[in-house]
């Protein structure tokens, strides 16, 4: 599940960056989602949203709000619940497995936008994760979808959050296809 609670449900600076590349009110898959916070914010847009996690409690926050379909679903465990569907967006923040990086470009339609950010070698300074299951090698996102996507954006190190906490993390924006329009400018 990502790192959300109920009480911070601000989205990623990096997902509001990138979220407009995705095609207008198109389907987004809002990978370990964890609360919701970016399928919210992804729905408030005008996009129609999956929002996938196993804790079904988390999920339950998401009753009621439009354009957000909630599904529970063990993604490390279970089977995976999207053959034969495709996204114009799939977004994942503070999650990985990487057996499932192959299925969600899998599940990008031609054009879509995968946005992704999760921690990388160096977390362990400052806090969990500290698995190095759950830490990324550095580059490590880059190189597992250059062959598939087309970068946009990439970037790794040390970050600080709203609240001045730091980490350490990998971010990456890139298309099934060619590049298409560019992403807004930083600021």
Not at 88 to 95: A, D, L, Q, T
Not at 141 to 147: D, G, I, S
Request: glycine share 12%; charged share 20%.
């Amino acid at each position: 599940m990502a790192n959300d609670t109920p009480g911070n449900l601000t989205p990623s600076s990096w997902i509001v960056r990138f979220a407009p590349l995705i095609a207008r009110g198109g389907e987004v898959l809002d990978l370990a989602c964890g609360y919701g916070r970016h399928a919210r914010y992804l729905a408030s847009l005008g996009y129609r949203v999956e929002a996938v996690d196993r804790d079904a409690d988390a999920l339950a926050s998401l009753a009621g709000i439009a354009g957000v379909t909630p599904r529970v679903a063990d993604l490390e465990r279970g089977p995976w619940p999207y053959h034969n569907r495709c996204f114009e967006g799939i977004v994942v923040s503070r999650y990985l497995w990487r057996p499932l990086l192959p299925m969600l470009i899998n599940a990008l339609s031609m054009g879509g936008v995968l946005i992704y950010e999760t921690f990388m070698e160096g977390q362990q300074i400052y806090g969990r994760p500290t698995d190095p299951a759950h830490l990324l090698r550095p580059g490590e996102l880059l190189e597992m979808v250059r062959r598939r996507l087309t970068v946009v954006a990439f970037e790794q190190g040390e970050s600080e959050d709203a609240n001045g906490g730091l980490y350490v993390i990998q971010r990456l924006c890139a298309r099934r296809g060619p590049p298409g329009r560019l992403p807004p400018p930083l600021g």
